[in-house]
């Protein structure tokens, strides 16, 4: 597991950090030391991927980013790909989007 | 690390980092699995993290796997909006209070359905309990502002809706019911007018909150004030609108750890598993400061400054406490006589030593202790709750006497009473006088328990604490310290000689002189300076103790051991051959009386007030004391010593 260390909110960080990051937060969320995201990647790929588990982790995602989604942003999203873009969007020169 | 009380239950001990491998763990341990869940649930544990030991427990339940020591429980949840993840919630939390939790779930939006059904899911295993979780969007309220009998209707006819499934639960499964309330909205269309003109939102769930109180009265059905446990972290901060929206959870999944923990406390209280004595420490805990060192005019309580009310304020809730039947009992590191003084004579103690069942106060351990206390009222360990300022005191208390609920508490006194409130170790289903009576029953004479066997075992948990004992001569960075522990140490005080800075500072400098400053660390955190030492030369190859004392928080660690061995290293580089130790008793330092023959020196002389004692340094062995010694910044190094 990598362990990326870096300021949420102050610090920008690039779209390879980003995935680095966000890889670490689903192998923990699904306890699976071995998933690798992929941009094509969807719930239906992950054991585990439910409607609850969903919300879940877009919260977990805006806790470890700092950031928040808005139910259009959500709604949006059709895969992990989205999900990594949303994200650098949203952490783009550490302002509160 | 800024925990939050009732997000992070933070009177919980903080979860380790490698909490899903400890949950993987318990898989591949089957004789053991019920008592490792229950310590895993032990920890402070957020959504994800009771999904994740829910999981778990499934897992357990279907490889077939004894639950003991947790007791069979079951229940069924009647809930609108999503059930799934309020019951993972549950059945993990469940396991913190020694319940092995059976949760079936209404199906979704069949929360009248599945009730009226005798043979649905949540009647089906005969459940103990339903809890019946509907939020204020499921009840019929119509909004009327102004329509004073609408409105009445509107809240007639949400407490009818209730009672029929309560009915119907009674009929078919014979289950209590515990019922929710309703926590509002922070959205109002007024202000201030919301809460007065009937027809409103929070007008009718007023209306509905205090009507279900009168529709319990004379029912074996219990209340579950969800409004309380919102109001108290924040309405705003309760209900999430995005989570409604869009996964239809009922409050924010943040304040799940919260929600579950406060129905399984009402789970274990059906089951008699509350707590019922409340054991507190005093120096710190009960006022600020050490009696045995401050005397009675340098503690603080009361008397109108911060801290001093901050000590007060616990007192009166622990006298609320007292009032409503918890029984309470001192354990405490001090000689007896100093630690009911504050009790008998400072005009601002609220409590009396009359108000506690036990009175221990002593300088034995702390668990050893609580076995007596908990012998001499009859009662099991898993009725006590331990409140403790000191880190070592508590996790000391955990480790030997694990069926002791022992509480983190904050660092500043003023949240000692919140804390202890927020964990809810009491709770209760009824209160009738006999509770009343009960903690008098016990106490009226305030009495001391006869100490057995040693609880558990010391020395391990002392190897446990990774202690780092740091030597050092006296410096002039650390001088006022120094001076300080000079002039304010009274109990573990060999021969109470008080030193100026002035004098301290020539201590420093003067070649002839042997002095030693001791700080302590652990893995609990930092101590500080906590020993200073003087040694003179006597005759030639004699060294006198001139000053050894040592603060009161690190008893029983065996830091005068180490300390020991640090002087006779550096006597032997010395050329000294024997040690010389004088005890010069005031009325504060009886504590002391045996230190010298403790650690193996002879008597040479006895008076009424004073006693000298010898070591031959040659055939003296103090054993390797369980800690990481450094020893620096001496003239000539000991040999042998590790910098």
């Known amino acids: 597991m990598y362990n990326v260390k870096f300021n949420p909110g102050s610090d920008m960080i690039s779209n390879d950090q980003c995935q680095t990051i966000l890889g670490d937060l689903f192998q923990d969320f699904f306890d699976d030391d071995t998933l690798v995201l992929r941009p094509d990647m969807t719930a239906r790929d992950v054991d585990g991927w439910d409607s609850l588990a969903h919300v879940r982790l877009l919260l977990a995602i805006e806790r470890k980013f700092h950031i928040r989604f808005s139910a259009p942003e959500v709604g949006g999203l059709q895969s992990v790909g989205d999900l990594l873009t949303l994200i650098a969007h949203k952490t783009e020169a550490g302002s509160m989007k | ?643």
Not at chain 2, 271 to 300: A, F, K, M, P, Q
Not at chain 2, 451 to 468: F, H, I, P, V, W
Not at chain 2, 519 to 543: F, H, Q, T
Not at chain 2, 559 to 564: D, K
């Open chain 2, 1 to 643: 690390m800024d925990r939050d009380l009732h997000r992070d239950l933070s009177w919980l001990i903080a979860c380790p980092d490698d909490f899903n491998r400890l949950c993987r763990a318990t898989l591949e341990a089957p004789g053991s699995f019920g008592a490792e869940i229950r310590k895993l649930a032990g920890y402070s544990l957020d959504a994800d993290r009771l999904i994740r030991l829910a999981k778990t427990i499934a897992s357990g339940l279907a490889k077939r796997y004894d639950f003991s020591p947790l007791a069979p429980f079951r229940m069924s949840l009647v809930g609108n909006g999503t059930s799934e993840f309020i019951r993972a919630g549950l059945i993990a939390t469940a396991a913190r209070h020694g319940l092995a939790l059976d949760c079936a779930a209404a199906g979704y939006g069949q929360a009248l359905q599945d009730s009226l059904q005798p043979d649905s899911a949540i009647h089906r295993d005969a459940p103990a309990v339903v809890l019946i979780a509907l939020d204020w969007r499921a009840l019929p309220l119509g909004l009327t502002p102004g329509d004073a009998a609408a409105a009445e209707g509107s809240v007639e006819a949400a407490l009818d809706y209730l009672d029929s499934i309560r009915a119907a639960v009674r009929r078919n499964s014979g289950a209590i019911c515990m019922v929710q309330n309703l926590a509002a909205p922070p959205e109002g269309t007024f202000g201030s007018l919301d809460r007065r003109l009937p027809g409103t939102l929070r007008c009718l769930i007023d209306g509905v909150n205090s009507g279900l109180v009168k529709r319990l009265r004379d029912s074996p059905d219990v209340l579950f004030d969800v409004a309380g446990i919102a109001e108290t972290v924040g309405l705003s901060n309760w209900h999430s609108p995005n989570e409604w929206n869009t996964a239809k959870l009922p409050f924010a999944l943040e304040y799940l750890p919260l929600y579950a923990d406060h129905v399984c406390r009402l789970l274990a209280a059906q089951r008699g598993l509350s707590r019922r004595c409340l054991v507190l420490d005093l120096d710190n805990t009960l006022w600020g400061g050490v009696i045995g060192d401050d005397g009675l005019n340098g503690i603080h309580i009361g008397q109108g400054d911060g801290v001093g009310e901050a000590y007060a304020d616990f007192q009166r809730y622990v006298i609320a406490l007292r009032d409503r039947g918890v029984v309470l009992a001192v354990c405490s590191k001090n000689e007896e006589e100093a630690a009911r003084l504050p009790f008998r004579e400072h005009p601002d103690m609220l409590l009396r030593d009359g108000d506690f069942a036990v009175f221990q106060a002593n300088w034995n351990d702390k668990a050893t202790n609580i076995q007596a206390i908990a012998d001499t009222l009859a009662l099991g360990l898993e009725s006590f709750v331990f409140v403790d300022d000191n880190p070592f005191e508590r996790t000391l208390v955990r480790e030997m006497l694990p069926k002791v609920a022992v509480p983190e508490m904050p660092e500043d006194p003023a949240w000692y009473a919140r804390t202890l409130s927020a964990a809810g170790y009491f709770e209760a289903l009824t209160f009738s006088e006999e509770d009343t009576k009960r903690a008098s029953y016990y106490a009226g004479n305030a009495q001391r328990a006869i100490l057995g066997r040693q609880a558990g075992d010391l020395n391990a948990y002392l190897a446990s604490l990774e202690m780092k004992i740091t030597f050092q001569p006296f410096l002039e960075t650390a001088r006022a310290r120094v001076a300080q522990l000079i002039n304010k140490s009274n109990q573990f005080n060999l021969t109470t000689r008080r030193y100026t800075e002035a004098e301290v500072a020539r201590l420093e400098s003067d070649p002839s002189v042997f002095t030693l400053q001791v700080r302590l660390r652990d893995k609990l955190g930092d101590n500080g300076m906590i020993s200073v030492v003087i040694c003179r030369p006597a005759e030639p190859s004699v060294w006198e103790i001139d000053t050894w004392l040592m603060s009161c928080r690190v008893l029983g660690r065996l830091v005068e051991t180490a300390v020991l061995r640090e002087l006779l290293e550096h006597a032997r580089g010395r050329g000294v051959t024997r040690l010389r130790g004088v005890y010069l008793r005031t009325d504060r330092n009886k504590l002391v009386q045996e230190h010298y023959p403790n650690l193996g020196f002879a008597l040479v002389e006895a008076r009424n007030d004073a006693s000298v004692w010898e070591l031959d340094i040659a055939s003296s062995n103090a054993p390797p004391p369980p800690m990481a010694v450094t020893s620096m910044g001496f003239q000539t190094a000991a040999p042998g010593a590790s910098s």
